[in-house]
T-cell receptor, first 116, second 111 residues
């Protein structure tokens, strides 16, 4: 158990819909990262927040957005869902943002999103 | 765009065999991590290497960071069924905190 929790574990929805994925970081971790893992694309970094502010952005679509709340939990919002958005979405947390070296990131169990 | 290519993509071996997984890039990384991911779970960090030429050992696993910090290898001695999983390398560069993950190596160890 990494200490990172994600809900829900599974989510099935239809194209065009909007969903929200939730992540609670490990106690004391200020940084939260979101990743998408699909069979053909591997693990792709989406976005990072540190202490409530956006820190780094990866290949995140405009239809997707995220935020980190004062209690440090984070939500990833996916809208206008398409079939290709079906994937595993992971949240990870770390203590401090990188200062030239990688943080130790602890991953949650993921949310499996299926878009029908 | 930084790319991390892993080889082989798939590896099926018998218990007791040795194996090496490679992680290669044309980019320089300030540090590199190796993760193992089991089905239905998130990746779990195994090791972080920072210095070019660095070698780290974790029981039967030996990790090496290339001298130029562009590549890395993971060697498993006497593989066991419990080593089965998806092995991912991930690199960080500069002041960026995001990790670039490799393409992954799926290892299956059978009795």
């Amino acid at each position: 158990d990494s200490g990172v929790t994600q809900t829900p574990k599974h989510l099935i929805t239809a194209t065009g819909q909007r969903v929200t994925l939730r992540c609670s970081p490990r106690s004391g971790d200020l940084s939260v990262y979101w990743y998408q893992q699909s069979l053909d694309q591997g693990l792709q970094f989406l976005i990072q927040y540190y202490n409530g502010e956006e820190r780094a952005k990866g290949n995140i679509l405009e239809r997707f957005s995220a935020q980190q709340f004062p209690d440090l939990h984070s939500e990833l919002n996916l809208s206008s869902l398409e079939l290709g958005d079906s994937a595993l979405y992971f949240c990870a947390s770390s203590v401090v943002p990188s200062s030239g070296r990688a943080d130790e990131q602890f991953f949650g169990p993921g949310t499996r999103l299926t878009v029908l | 765009t930084q790319l991390l290519e892993q080889s082989p993509q798939f590896l099926s071996i018998q218990e007791g065999e040795n194996l090496t997984v490679y992680c290669n890039s044309s980019s320089v990384f300030s540090s590199l991590q190796w993760y193992r991911q089991e089905p239905g779970e998130g990746p779990v960090l195994l090791v972080t290497v920072v210095t070019g030429g660095e070698v780290k050992k974790l029981k039967r696993l030996t990790f090496q960071f290339g001298d130029a910090r562009k590549d890395s290898s993971l060697h498993i001695t006497a593989a066991q069924p419990g080593d089965t999983g998806l092995y991912l390398c991930a690199g960080a560069s500069g002041t960026a905190s995001k990790l670039t993950f490799g393409t992954g190596t799926r290892l299956q160890v059978t009795l």
